[in-house]
């Protein structure tokens, strides 16, 4: 199955080289390029992508803003951000508006060919451990952040089984589901079905968005 890739940035030398790298896969097809925000809804729309690679840097509308536009009103696009540094806040912006993922613009063309691989399946593209450290930085400017204390009555929450919300925990610590499986004494397919029904609970799409509401909540450990 050919995955359909939409490629957004500034940059045209930087679309070409994507482009490049991406025609080189038999599994990956470029249907199009944007080189700002706005033209990238009319693209989404226009072609269908099942992902798009977004600059989050760019003049007009910028990556953040498309993000948000892109995953509300159509939810089964899913967006890789492109990013220069590893903690960069416009980054971080984008994967609160819905993104699925971020990626450094120097990886090696297997991993960002992986990386969307990865997207298009479903799952997120940052490691647990970056995920951390980014919440880490930005955890202090997150809007309708709890108190520890009143975490648990926060309504996102309400539904989760005492194991999911130790498990959510796990997650925001940024242990993967091996690591989980290890703290929690269970098998790593229980981790995964866990984590699965706790994404459903939450109405979230990955485990980066599940972090983020349990800072939001108080939830994760400080």
């Not at 007009?60 to 089964?76: L, Q």
């Not at 890789?80 to 971080?92: G, I, M, N, S």
């Not at 009555?153 to 309400?158: E, G, K, S, V």
Request: net charge negative; glycine share 8%.
């Amino acid at each position: 199955m050919t995955t359909r890739v939409l490629l957004v940035d500034d940059q045209a030398l930087m679309r070409m080289g994507f482009a490049m790298v991406l025609d080189a896969q038999d599994d990956l097809e470029v249907v199009g390029e944007a080189a700002d925000g706005a033209t990238a809804l009319a693209q989404v729309v226009a072609l269908r992508p099942d992902v798009v690679l977004m600059d989050v840097r760019m003049p007009g509308m910028n990556g953040i803003e498309a993000t948000a536009r892109i995953t509300a009103e159509h939810p089964e696009v899913r967006v890789l951000v492109l990013t220069t540094f590893d903690l960069d806040e416009y980054a971080f912006g984008a994967l609160r508006a819905g993104a699925s993922g971020f990626l450094l613009k120097d990886a090696e063309p297997g991993a960002l060919a992986e990386a969307i691989r990865t997207v298009a399946s479903g799952e997120a593209v940052v490691a647990p451990r970056v995920t951390r450290r980014m919440l880490e930085l930005f955890a202090p400017h997150l809007p309708v952040r709890a108190e520890a204390g009143d975490a648990g009555t926060d309504p996102r929450l309400a539904d989760l089984t005492p194991r999911e919300v130790e498990v959510l925990r796990a997650v925001a610590r940024g242990l993967s589901n091996a690591e989980i499986a290890t703290e929690l004494v269970l098998s790593e397919a229980t981790v995964k079905t866990h984590v699965g029904r706790v994404l459903a609970k939450l109405g979230v799409r990955d485990r980066v968005q599940a972090v983020i509401v349990a800072y939001e909540t108080g939830l994760a450990d400080r």
